[in-house]
């Protein structure tokens, strides 16, 4: 596992990780779990975003219906 930094949830989730009585293959599991977490939730985000840039697009006074 990687003791460098981590910054997606915050290094305290991952510091409660590592204090957690658990084995290595669990805590690497739980880490991975976050990560996949963080990846979903970014691409939600990212997309949200791209219909909103799409919607103003569409919603210009210029574009006649």
Do not use: C
Not at 6 to 25: C, N, R, W
Not at 60 to 65: D, I
Request: hydrophobic share 45%; no cysteine.
């Amino acid at each position: 596992m990687r003791k460098g930094k981590h910054t997606g949830f915050g290094p305290d989730v991952y510091a409660l990780i590592q204090k957690a009585q658990m084995s290595e293959f669990e805590r690497q599991r739980a880490v991975d779990a976050m990560r996949m977490a963080e990846s979903f939730a970014n691409a939600l985000l990212w997309a949200r975003e791209k219909v909103a840039v799409i919607g103003t697009w569409f919603l210009k006074p210029s574009v006649k219906h």
